[in-house]
């Protein structure tokens, strides 16, 4: 594979988002090729986009995908189509400085390094205390983020809104697991980072790879309501669970989340989540247990 840098953008109904970041994202000082990848599965063709990537072509390269819905769908789809040995995964709703690329390659071009977590500050909103940057409680299935703190270290996961991988090992493990594909497809990311780490590669994290969040207000990935937002957060943590976990870690992991599940019953009056919790639990669980989902879309 040719050395450069292939950046992917899923994006869904961001138009005035997705112009910002590709805006920032045509400045960067990198002294390697690179190219803009972007799998736009919004409900019309984003014609100014189309516009931008027959001028720069093939520098931007623009799918409109009608064919399936989802993230981790979205991320294999690029990846199949990108042509350079790393993959760089952003946002639709992103800002970053013009050394974005060089800050990932500097530590992804080290051979024990496959993914590079790169930095995440929220622009308008709070960004939470962290402790522990980057680090997955096994003990609870739960990933902390705290992605905006400064540090270079190594890490058990990244965040889906700015990480890179090694394309020979992203294909290795098999990609982003499809089966992940619930509402807003929690935990995708952390997910492959595991698996990644379970095959002897390690990730790390880079702050000075930063990005700025914007947190668009529509579009994107969203659940409509509590119902859907339970059922995928449990399907998707019972995966983890069932795939990543060590058996003295599962009935803490378990117990936990049932206690987050209470919560939002009580807090919501909906007894029912509990009903929604055992089934999506059983499903995620099982899902586990399989070999990741990885479809082949090239030819769409």
């Known amino acids: 594979m040719q050395e450069g840098i292939s950046v992917i953008l899923p994006t869904l109904n961001r138009a005035n988002y997705l112009a910002t970041t590709v ?38 390269r623009y799918y ?14 690029g990846v199949q189509h990108a042509q350079y040995a790393y993959i760089l995964f952003l946002d639709d709703d992103i800002e970053c400085g013009n050394n974005l690329l060089k800050e990932h390659y500097k530590f992804l071009a080290q051979p024990d390094i496959a993914i590079v977590a790169g930095g995440c500050t929220e622009k308008f909103k709070k960004n939470p205390k962290s402790r522990n940057t980057g680090k997955f409680h096994f003990y609870k299935a739960t990933p902390e983020r705290g992605f905006h703190v400064k540090d270079k270290k190594y890490v ?22 499809e089966f992940l594909n619930y509402g807003s497809a929690l935990y995708e990311e952390t997910e492959i ?14 702050y000075d790879a930063h990005v700025w969040h914007l947190a668009a207000d529509s579009g994107g990935c969203r659940v409509p ?9 449990v399907h998707n943590r019972a995966l983890l669970i069932s795939r990543h976990l060590k058996w003295y870690h599962k009935p803490t992991a378990y117990l936990y989340l049932l206690r987050l599940v ?9 007894p029912g989540l509990f009903r929604l919790f055992a089934k999506a639990y059983k499903e995620g669980y099982k899902k586990g247990k399989l070999t990741p989902k990885y479809t082949q879309y090239a030819d769409i």
């Open 23 to 60: 805006d920032c994202l045509m400045k960067q000082d990198f002294g390697l090729p690179y190219e803009i990848i972007i799998v736009d599965q919004s409900e019309s063709i984003n014609d100014v986009m189309v516009g931008r990537a027959k001028d720069s072509s093939p520098f931007i």
């Open 225 to 233: 309501d509590i119902n859907h937002y339970i059922t995928s957060l």
């Open 156 to 177: 058990d996961h990244g965040g889906g809104g700015n990480y890179s991988i090694r394309k020979d090992v992203f294909l290795k493990v098999g990609g982003v697991d």
């Open 262 to 270: 209470a919560s939002y019953a009580f807090t919501y009056r909906n």
């Open 64 to 77: 409109h995908v009608t064919e399936f819905r989802g993230l981790p769908e979205a991320r294999n789809f």
């Open 193 to 206: 980072c595991l698996r990644v780490k379970a095959f002897g590669y390690k990730v790390f994290y880079n």
